[in-house]
C-alpha cells in the first residue's frame, strides 16, 4: 500500500521536477512576446535569460511561464511576462544606463533590467517582499541591482538623475521628486489598471521643462474601436 | 402543543435574519460585498434544502419531532457561532479576487458555501417540522416567524453598534440555542444539561474572545496596513459598517496631480469602510492659501468663474470642502449619509482640519445626497460630484450599486438648483475600455439638452489629465473669456482641453497622448445628433442611468461578452464587470441547485397528482412575487429616507410585521376558493397601485421630517404586507387538506423561489428596470391565483 503511495506521489510530482524551464521560457518569449510585437533584442534576450520560475511561490511554478500575472503575497502580483518585456522596451534600455525601480515586488523586472543596463536600484516598501527579493537577486549573481527597502516616493536623490524610471506599483499620483530625478529625455513607465485587468501602461517623457505622457495599451489586445 | 413553540420560533426566526444581515456585514470586511451576496444567496438556498430532506423523510422527523425540534434549533445556534472559526479557516488561503485566475479557489468557495449553508439549514429544518406538524396553527405559527423576522431585523441594528462584527454571529447563537432549550420536553431536561452548557458556553466564549478576520490581502485596507508603521488609530463599528482609520508615514494622497507640481505630497490618516477606501482626511488650516486639488484638472470649475455658494455630493472626508475655502467661497453645503465617518471628522479628527466642518461657512447634511436634493430649494454656482471610478478601475465590483446621484432625474435636480451662471462639475478616472467617462458625459449632454434649448457644445467644457478628465456642464453659455482660462490653465499643468466650444482637434492632447484617438470620436459621438445609434453600436452600455435602472457603474452588455472575451481574453473579462457577472452566476448556480431540490423529493411522493401542479403554481407565485416587492420597496425608500440601513429596516421590519398580522388574521378564514382569490386580488391591486402611486406619494412627501416619514412608510407598506401574509398559511392549510404530504415540498417549493428571486429582481432590474419588478411581482402573484381558480 505505501508503495502505491510513494508511486503516486512520485507521479503527481514528475512535472515539477522534470519541467524544462528553459524550454518553456523559450516559448514564453516566442510566443507571448516576440509575437505580440515586441522587438528590443537586449529584452528579448533578458527575458529568456532570467528564471521566473524562481522569483514566484513554490507553489505557482507551474504557471510561472504562462500568460498571466501570479500573486506573490501581500496583495502583489508578479506580472505577465508580456508587460514586463512591453514596459522594459519602452524605456529602451542601454548597457551603460542607469534605472530606478518603484516596487520591486517579487524582483523579477529589477532582474530583466539588470541584464542589461549598468545599475538598477529597486525600492521596496514592503519589508518582507524586499528582503525576499534582495537574497533571491544576491543568491542568483546580480551585482548591478541593489534593493531598497524604503518609500519609492522620494526616489533615491543621490544616486540620480537616472536614464529610465520604471514604476511598477502605480500610484494614484506621480512623485514629484520622482520626475525631478529623471534625466532630460529620460524615460519613465508606469502601469494603469487592476492586476488582473486590462493595464494599461503610460510613458512620460521629459524634454527639458515639459513633460508630455503618452498612454499605450498593451498591443495585446485589439484597439477597441468601433467599425 | 405549548405556547412556548410560538415563542420559539419567533426567536429562531429572529436570529435567522440578524444571522443573515451579520453575514452580509461580515463576508463585505473580509471579502466584498459582491462575493458575501453569492454566498448568501447559496446559503440560503438552506431553506429550498430542507423542505426536499423533510418531504423524504417527513415519517421520521414528524415521529422524533419533540426530540429533532430542540436539538435541530440548538445545532443551528452552534453553527452560528462556529462560523467565525470556520471562516478563519476557508478565508485563510481563499480569495474570491482570485476566483477567475486560479481554479484551485474554487475548493474553497465550495468549502465556503457549505460552511455558511449549514445554519441556514438546521434553523429551516426546524421551521418547515413545526410547519407540517402543526398546519392547524399555521396562521399563529406564521405570525410568530415573521413578527421574529422583523423584530430580529430591527435588533440587529442595536447589536451593530455595540459590538464588533466578528462578535456578532457568537451572540445572535444564543437566540436559537435559548429557542430550542425552551421546548425541550420534560424527560430529556436533565440528560441535556451538559449539552445545553456547552451550546450556551461556545458562543459566550467567542463573543469575548472573537477570532480576528481574515481580511483578503487585496482589499485596499490589507494593502495599507503592509505599509511601514502602518496602525489602525481608530476602529468604529456601526450599521454602516466598520470604519478603520490608518495612519502609516507612507500614505499621501493627490489624485491625478499635474506633473507640473513641484512641491510635496503631504502624508494623510485614510478611512476605510469594511475594508474599502472610504476617503483621505485632508489635512487643512485656515491659513492655507494653496490646495493641491489647484494642481489637479478637479480645479476647472474655479477657472470658469468664481463660486459663492458651493454644494458637494456625497462630500466623504471634505476634500472638495477644504479646497472651496482655500479658494474663498463662503458658502459651502457638504451632503454625506455616513454619520460616523463625518462624526469623526467633526470630533477624533477635528484637529486634522482646523474644525473645518464648524466653520459658519460650512453648512453639513448628514442625508443621501439624492434625498437632500429632492427636499432642498437653494439655489448654487456650483455642484460638485464626487469623483467617479476609482484609480485603476474596481473590476466592476461596484456594477450593481444603485447611484442615484448619477441619474438623468437627479442631474434634472441638480439643473434647477444652479443660479443662471451656475455649474455642474464631475471629474472621473479615464478608463479603458472607455466606459464610464463616456457615460458622464452621455448623463451631462442629456441633461442640458433636456433643459435648455441652447447648442450643447457651449454649455461643456472638460479637460483631461495624464489620469483624470474632468466635465463642466454650465447653464449659461461659455463665453471665450472662460475657454481662454480653460486654456491658460490647461497649459500651466500639462492637461488637454477635450471640450471647448471653439475646440479644434490638435489640442486635444498636446501634453497626454492616447494610442487609441477613438476616444474623441467617441465624444464627438456623444455630443452629435447621433447620440441614440451610437448606444447602441458601442459595446458597452454609455446609456444614461434612470431612476428605474440606477446602475450608473453597469457597462457589460450581456450580448456583446463573446466579442469581449476575443478581445480581452477569458480570464480578463470577469474583471471588466466583476459585480453583474457574481449575479448572473449566482442566478444560475442556485436556479441550478433549486430545480434539483424541488425535483428530489418528487422521486419519493411520485411525480403527478395529488395537488402537486397547484403546489408549484402556488407556492413559487408568493415566493418570487413576496421578495420582488420587498426588494422594489427596499430601493423606493432608500432616497425616501435617505438613508439606506432606515430604508432597509423599515421596509424589512415593516413588511414582515404586518404581513406577521396578516398571517394572524388568515386563520379566520377558510381556504375556500373564494377568500383565497379574494386575498390574492387585493395583493395584486395593491402592487399596482404601488406601480402608479408609490413614487409620486413619496415625493410629495420628501420634505417631511424623519417621525412623520417613519408613519408614513408604515401607511404605504402595511395594506399589501397585510394581505401579502396570508397566501403562504392559506396555502399550507388548504395543501393539508388536499395532500398533507406535499406540505414540505411547498415549504421547499417557496424557500428556493424566494432565493432565486433576489437574484432574479437584480437582473432584471439591470436589463429593464424596476417598474418591470413590480410588474412581474403581480404577475407571480397572478401565477397564484391562477393555481386557486384551477379545479384542484
Not at chain 2, 329 to 339: G, L
Not at chain 2, 434 to 454: F, G, I, Q
Request: hydrophobic share 45%.
Amino acid at each position: 500500500m505505501k508503495t502505491l503511495f510513494v508511486i503516486l506521489l512520485i507521479f503527481l510530482n514528475l512535472p515539477l521536477v522534470s519541467q524544462d524551464y528553459d524550454k518553456l521560457r523559450d516559448n514564453m518569449v516566442r510566443r507571448q512576446i516576440r509575437s505580440r510585437g515586441i522587438s528590443h533584442r537586449l529584452t528579448l534576450e533578458a527575458m529568456r535569460n532570467v528564471e521566473r520560475h524562481l522569483f514566484v511561490p513554490t507553489a505557482q511554478r507551474r504557471r510561472a511561464y504562462d500568460d498571466g500575472p501570479i500573486p506573490i503575497g501581500y496583495g502583489q502580483t508578479i506580472s505577465q511576462p508580456y508587460i514586463v518585456a512591453y514596459m522594459t522596451q519602452l524605456v529602451n534600455p542601454r548597457p551603460g544606463d542607469r534605472v530606478l525601480e518603484i516596487g520591486a515586488g517579487s524582483g523579477y523586472q529589477a532582474a530583466v533590467l539588470g541584464e542589461i543596463v549598468e545599475q538598477v536600484y529597486t525600492i521596496e516598501i514592503i519589508p518582507e517582499l524586499g528582503a525576499r527579493a534582495g537574497k533571491l537577486l544576491s543568491d542568483l549573481g546580480y551585482g548591478n541591482i541593489e534593493v531598497v527597502i524604503g518609500d519609492g516616493y522620494y526616489g533615491l536623490e543621490d544616486q540620480g538623475p537616472f536614464d529610465a524610471i520604471v514604476v511598477t506599483a502605480a500610484a494614484e499620483y506621480i512623485p514629484p521628486p520622482l520626475v525631478e530625478q529623471l534625466k532630460d529625455g529620460g524615460k519613465m513607465v508606469i502601469p494603469v489598471g487592476s492586476p488582473f485587468m486590462v493595464q494599461t501602461l503610460m510613458l512620460v517623457e521629459k524634454k527639458g521643462d515639459r513633460i508630455t505622457t503618452k498612454n499605450l495599451m498593451p498591443v495585446r489586445f485589439v484597439p477597441f474601436t468601433r467599425d | 402543543m405549548t405556547k412556548r413553540i410560538y415563542f420559539s420560533v419567533g426567536l429562531l426566526s429572529a436570529s435567522i435574519i440578524a444571522f443573515q444581515l451579520t453575514l452580509m456585514q461580515l463576508l463585505s470586511i473580509i471579502q466584498w460585498s459582491h462575493f458575501a451576496y453569492m454566498v448568501i444567496s447559496v446559503a440560503l438556498l438552506g431553506f429550498g434544502a430542507s423542505g426536499t430532506l423533510l418531504a423524504i423523510t417527513r415519517r421520521w422527523f414528524v415521529r422524533h419531532i419533540k426530540f429533532c425540534l430542540p436539538v435541530l434549533m440548538i445545532l443551528s445556534g452552534v453553527s452560528m457561532s462556529l462560523i467565525m472559526l470556520i471562516s478563519t479557516t476557508v478565508f485563510g488561503s481563499f480569495d474570491s479576487y482570485l476566483l477567475f485566475v486560479d481554479r484551485s479557489q474554487i475548493t474553497g468557495l465550495l468549502i465556503a458555501y457549505f460552511a455558511f449553508f449549514i445554519p441556514f439549514f438546521l434553523g429551516a429544518l426546524a421551521l418547515g417540522l413545526v410547519y407540517i406538524h402543526y398546519t392547524e396553527n399555521i396562521g399563529r405559527l406564521y405570525f410568530a416567524d415573521l413578527l421574529g423576522s422583523g423584530i430580529g431585523g430591527l435588533l440587529v441594528l442595536i447589536f451593530f453598534w455595540v459590538l464588533y462584527p466578528a462578535q456578532l454571529p457568537s451572540a445572535i447563537a444564543l437566540f436559537p440555542v435559548i429557542s430550542g432549550m425552551l421546548i425541550i420536553p420534560v424527560k430529556y431536561r436533565i440528560r441535556s444539561v451538559p449539552f445545553l452548557i456547552l451550546a450556551l458556553i461556545t458562543p459566550l466564549i467567542l463573543v469575548f474572545s472573537p477570532p480576528s478576520l481574515p481580511v483578503s490581502q487585496y482589499k485596499s485596507l490589507s494593502m495599507a496596513m503592509n505599509l511601514p508603521d502602518a496602525e489602525i488609530v481608530i476602529k468604529r463599528s456601526s450599521p454602516y459598517g466598520q470604519l478603520d482609520v490608518v495612519r502609516s508615514p507612507a500614505l499621501r494622497y493627490a489624485p491625478g496631480l499635474s506633473l507640473n507640481y513641484r512641491g510635496t505630497v503631504p502624508v494623510r490618516d485614510i478611512i476605510f469602510s469594511n475594508g474599502n477606501w472610504f476617503g483621505p482626511v485632508v489635512e487643512w488650516h485656515r491659513s492655507d492659501t494653496t490646495h493641491f486639488i489647484d494642481y489637479t484638472t478637479n480645479a476647472l470649475p474655479y477657472h470658469i468663474r468664481q463660486p459663492s455658494n458651493v454644494l458637494l455630493l456625497d462630500s466623504g472626508t471634505g476634500l472638495f470642502a477644504a479646497h472651496a475655502l482655500t479658494r474663498g467661497v463662503d458658502n459651502i453645503t457638504t451632503v454625506e449619509q455616513n454619520r460616523i465617518a463625518t462624526g469623526l471628522l467633526t470630533n477624533d479628527l477635528a484637529a486634522k482640519i482646523d474644525s473645518m466642518f464648524h466653520l459658519p461657512a460650512i453648512n453639513n447634511a448628514r442625508i443621501h445626497s439624492r434625498s437632500y436634493l429632492l427636499a432642498d430649494d437653494s439655489r448654487y454656482d456650483l455642484i460638485v460630484l464626487p469623483t467617479s471610478e476609482s484609480f485603476g478601475g474596481t473590476s466592476g465590483i461596484n456594477a450593481l450599486e444603485e447611484q442615484y446621484i448619477m441619474t438623468l432625474e437627479a442631474l434634472d435636480e441638480m439643473w434647477n438648483r444652479l443660479s443662471d451662471d451656475g455649474m455642474i462639475a464631475v471629474t472621473a478616472w479615464m478608463d479603458y475600455p472607455p466606459r464610464n467617462t463616456l457615460k458622464l458625459l452621455s448623463t451631462l449632454a442629456e441633461t442640458h439638452e433636456k433643459n435648455s434649448t441652447s447648442p450643447v457644445e457651449k454649455h461643456l467644457a472638460a479637460i483631461r489629465g495624464w489620469g483624470t478628465i474632468s466635465f463642466v456642464l454650465k447653464k449659461s453659455p461659455l463665453t471665450p473669456a472662460h475657454t481662454e482660462n480653460i486654456r491658460n490653465f490647461s497649459n500651466s499643468m500639462f492637461f488637454d482641453p477635450v471640450l471647448l466650444p471653439d475646440l479644434s482637434d490638435d489640442e486635444r492632447s498636446v501634453y497626454n497622448q492616447l494610442e487609441d484617438d477613438a476616444f474623441f470620436g467617441y465624444i464627438d459621438r456623444i455630443m452629435s445628433g447621433d447620440r441614440e445609434s451610437f448606444y447602441r453600436e458601442y459595446d458597452f452600455n454609455i446609456r444614461p442611468a434612470t431612476d428605474n435602472i440606477p446602475y450608473f457603474s453597469q457597462f457589460l452588455k450581456l450580448s456583446r461578452y463573446n466579442r469581449m472575451q476575443e478581445i480581452f481574453g477569458q480570464s480578463t473579462v470577469p474583471f471588466l464587470e466583476i459585480g453583474y457577472l457574481v449575479v448572473l452566476l449566482t442566478f444560475f448556480q442556485i436556479t441550478a441547485a433549486a430545480v434539483i431540490l424541488i425535483l428530489v423529493p418528487l422521486l419519493v411522493i411520485g411525480w403527478t397528482g395529488g395537488g402537486k401542479l397547484y403546489t408549484v403554481l402556488h407556492f413559487s407565485g408568493i415566493g418570487l412575487g413576496f421578495m420582488f416587492i420587498e426588494i422594489t420597496l427596499i430601493q423606493q425608500f432608500i432616497l425616501y429616507f435617505g438613508n439606506p440601513i432606515y430604508a432597509a429596516a423599515a421596509v424589512l421590519s415593516g413588511m414582515l410585521i404586518c404581513s406577521g398580522a396578516g398571517s394572524l388574521v388568515s386563520s379566520k378564514l377558510n381556504t375556500g376558493r373564494r377568500d383565497i382569490i379574494r386575498v390574492l386580488s387585493m395583493v395584486i391591486f395593491f402592487i399596482i397601485i404601488y406601480i402608479i402611486l408609490l413614487t409620486p406619494l413619496l415625493r410629495m412627501t420628501m420634505n417631511l421630517s424623519l417621525l412623520p416619514k417613519i408613519f408614513l412608510s408604515i401607511v404605504f407598506i402595511s395594506p399589501a404586507a397585510f394581505f401579502m401574509g396570508m397566501p403562504f398559511p392559506l396555502g399550507l392549510r388548504k395543501l393539508s387538506g388536499i395532500n398533507p404530504t406535499l406540505l414540505p415540498w411547498a415549504w421547499g417549493i417557496n424557500g428556493c423561489l424566494s432565493v432565486i428571486s433576489t437574484a432574479l429582481a437584480t437582473i432584471i432590474a439591470v436589463e429593464a428596470g424596476y417598474l418591470w419588478v413590480m410588474l412581474i411581482a403581480a404577475l407571480s402573484y397572478g401565477l397564484t391565483l391562477i393555481a386557486n381558480v384551477i379545479k384542484t
